[in-house]
């Protein structure tokens, strides 16, 4: 089984979003409010992974929600799987609150132990303690201590910068230290996109400048090339994704199909993005009418995670 596609030439990173519901309604969240109307198919998502293992070097899994582990049995059947296909990194994002039930938390740490997870982030920072009590969270490190031997590192969200002296950073520092005495690894975390909730509740601290025409696909920060594809993530309703922009659905259709008759170039808005990027998706925008200013939006990636948004709805 071979995907043959001139624009795919090795998958090496698979994400899944398990679902798109949450325990907690972060200020920082870059989705916002999201109707928890979707969990991922466990056999479908499995069969998907197996078929892509089969052509492919995947170096890497990761799950995450939502709140993933509010469906641990989803979690852990994607990563038994990535486990027994040689995938050597299996991570999962969580905000560990999925239970205050003792019995179940400790359940579900020998679970991602069984299953093969081999690298937790655990979030910990002022806008989900906002919500969930570090006391619940420590419920869950204390049981992934006593029963999970994998790597368990602590994920903050930074505000502006990890360096920037601003209260909220203030406040994430202290969130972590409550944690200094179990010696959990502190990874460097992530800096807070102007995206969904960040971009009502934390605005002051973000400058929205004129639109970088001059952005291309593939040359910024977490971006790749929609022509030169290594990375696809399946969404908690069935959708591929390469980037924004959807191009199958596995409960539709298999992985592998879909990929094969993946081509950039058939769709207007990916076209324009490769051959003349931010600029040319901004003319396609204007010429098939859609009612979005680029100007509304703090970085070129906001922009066009909009735009498939609307050609999805437009499409259904």
């Known amino acids: ?47 998907a992974l197996e078929d892509l293992s089969r052509c492919n070097q995947i170096r890497s899994v990761m799950t995450f929600g ?40 400790k359940e579900v740490a020998m679970m991602l132990e069984d299953s093969g997870v081999n690298d937790i982030l655990l979030s910990v920072d002022c806008f989900h303690s906002e919500f969930l009590p570090l006391e619940w969270e420590r419920q869950f490190v204390t049981a992934l201590c006593e029963y999970y031997t ?41 800096v807070i996109f102007p995206e969904g909730s960040a971009s009502i509740y934390l605005k002051d601290f973000f400058e929205k400048k004129p639109m970088d025409y001059s952005f291309q696909c593939g040359k910024a920060l977490y971006t790749t090339p929609l022509d030169q594809v290594s990375e696809i993530m399946i969404d908690c309703n069935g959708d591929v994704l390469p980037c924004n922009f959807v191009i199958g659905n596995i409960l539709e259709e298999d992985i592998i199909s879909i990929l094969k008759r993946y081509n950039p170039y058939e769709n207007p808005f990916t076209k324009a993005l490769i051959e003349d990027g931010i600029k040319g998706l901004v003319e396609v925008v204007g ?28 499409t259904l």
């Open 150 to 190: 994998g790597r368990l590192r602590l994920q903050p969200a930074w505000l502006v910068a990890e360096e920037d002296d601003n209260p909220y950073n203030q406040k994430t520092r202290e969130c972590l230290a409550y944690f200094d005495d179990l010696h959990i690894e502190r990874n460097e975390g992530g």
């Open 66 to 105: 939502g709140e993933a582990l509010i469906y641990p049995e989803i979690v852990c059947d994607i990563h038994r799987v990535a486990k027994e296909c040689g995938i050597p990194k299996r991570q999962l994002i969580t905000n560990g609150c999925f239970s205050k039930d003792n019995n179940r938390i």
């Open 1 to 47: 089984m071979q995907i043959n596609n001139t624009y795919i030439k090795n998958i090496h990173r698979v994400e899944f979003t398990v679902n798109n519901s949450c325990t907690s309604r972060c200020k920082h969240c870059s989705e916002g409010k999201l109707p928890a109307t979707h969990r991922l198919d466990s056999v479908r998502a499995a069969m």
């Open 287 to 314: 010429q098939k009418e859609l009612n979005i200013n680029q100007e509304d939006y703090y970085s070129p990636c906001s922009f066009c995670k909009a735009v498939a948004n609307v050609v999805k709805r437009n």
